[in-house]
């Protein structure tokens, strides 16, 4: 046994140009900033929004995050998930409600921001390859909204993308840090 | 005009304005949504029978032969039903997840006769055949077969709902008709008394003719194993249609009329 635990030398210096190359230390992070604009309308009700993770071919990969009315009486805020069209095509209508980890209440305006490290569910598990986040917002009485953002994975360099939403969503900002 | 020349004149009318209305007459059910989440979902139904889809302009459809099958084949109660006017109305309450399928499927024997010089019309299921009087004139006698559908799912689409009967015109999913998307084609199976019913025509005419000059519809053709592609351009409600017309093998000398028809809902992505 304490053999096998020796290192030969050229293994320590294999370890140590991998310590310099990424550091074990600081985990990489797919950070995430979600602007729910304020809207002048008559009748306002927070957007319910789904945010995932898409192939670059369209196929569904990881669920990020879904927020929705989830503490109604009866599960009855489930009725408007199918508004969100995609996602609901893509993902929710093979979920069972409630579901575990990702969901959680609607959020008001302002940015809201997510962190994921790839250290942790559900980003651990994810796949080398290319990839898009997809950030859909439906709002009662209001519209729809879509956006999308191509990152690659895993993160070996740091990777800094936005976009504009035009009506359901504000400045949507994607950072993926090494 | 001569008062000869305006009868004959209107005569003309009348018969051309019969056979319009004969061919034009739609029987239509029209959800109220197709695609469903949450614990309690119910869709609500309008049924007609119109020229034009999906407008109330004629008569109710006639519900007596309404089927609604749950995902697990069991059978449904269709509530609150009611005959207006122009349209008939029922709700059917989603418990279980997946697509269920609403049906009216109207299978009987049309006859036309005259008895003591007049003419007299009936229509009723094979059972009822000796309600026609004996020693009428002109006995003429088709057979019909009609099959209504329309699909509604809550939660994932299933495919559990969609039987083969064997019996008149169907359609056999290849793409599930809860899940259609207007940029995306879509196939299904027609099958005549079970088996593919090739070189079929299929029309499919998408909702709000009223706000457009032409009806815009498509005429398409299945294949040799009773295929059909359909390519949705815009989404909306979609009335789909096919019939065709054989000999009857049940009566003697009679023609056979066959037709299906679904409102189907194509979406945006």
Redesign the interface.
Known sequence: MSKRLFMTLKQWMALGLMTAAAPFSAAAELALEVEIPRLQVAEYHRPYVAIWIETDKGAHQQNLALWFDHDMD???G?????DL??W??RS???ES?PVDGYAGATRPVGTHRLTFSDQQAPLNALPPGKYKLVVEAAREVGGREMIRLPFEWPINTPQNTSAEGEHELGHIQLNLNP | MTVKNLAACALALLTVGVSLQAQAHRAWMLPSAT???????WVTVDGAISNSVFYFEHHPLRLDQLEVRSPSGKSVEAQNQAQGMYRSVFDVELVEDGTYTLEIHNNGVFARYKLDGETKRWRGTFDEIDEIPDGVDDLSMSETDRRIQVFV?K???TPGTFKVRGEGLEMQPITHPN?L?AGEAAQFRFLLDGKAAAGLEVTVIRDGIRYRDQVNEQVLKTNEDGVVEILWDEPGMYWLEAESELDSKKLEDASRHVGYSATLEV???
């Open positions: 009866d599960n009855e489930t009725k408007w998930l199918k069209r995609l609901w095509r929710g209508r093979e409600f | 695609v469903l989440s949450g614990d309690e979902a799912t939660g994932a689409p899940d998307f979406l945006p992505l």
